[in-house]
């Protein structure tokens, strides 16, 4: 049974970092493309930051250069790094994995496989 997990999520004041996992299990996640989305109360789920099996990575303008994302496909684990929070920021944080999403990277549609989600919460 595929299965994604986040977890690192918490409450931090602004300014403060996070990093945010998702382990994958159930089958190898190598070839899969990868991507955090977030949600906040009464919006839609917005594309955060994906990276794709062959290793590039994209982000949406909101986090550029305050967060970083990679994986370990060894550990069939991908990571968010979260640094100079904003309450902006606050939402419900997905992984989510599917095969071919290619350019298609900032549409939650495409993904295949979604984790229960972790919540951060930035104050100021």
């Known amino acids: 049974q595929v299965q994604l997990v986040e977890s690192g999520g918490g409450l931090v004041q602004a300014g403060g970092s996070l990093r945010l996992s998702c382990v994958a299990s159930g089958r190898t996640f190598s070839f899969d493309d990868m991507g955090w989305f977030r949600q906040a109360p009464g919006k839609e789920r917005e594309f955060v930051a994906a990276v794709r099996w062959i290793g590039s990575n994209y982000y949406a303008d909101s986090v550029k250069g305050r967060f970083t994302i990679s994986r370990e496909n060894a550990k069939n684990t991908m990571f968010l790094q979260m640094n100079s929070l904003k309450p902006e920021d606050t939402g419900v944080y997905y992984c989510?994995?599917?095969?071919?999403?290619?350019?298609?990277?900032?549409?939650?549609?495409?993904?295949?496989?979604w984790g229960q989600g972790t919540q951060v919460t930035v104050s100021s």
């Open positions: 989510g994995a599917g095969r071919g999403v290619g350019d298609s990277y900032r549409n939650s549609g495409r993904y295949n496989y």
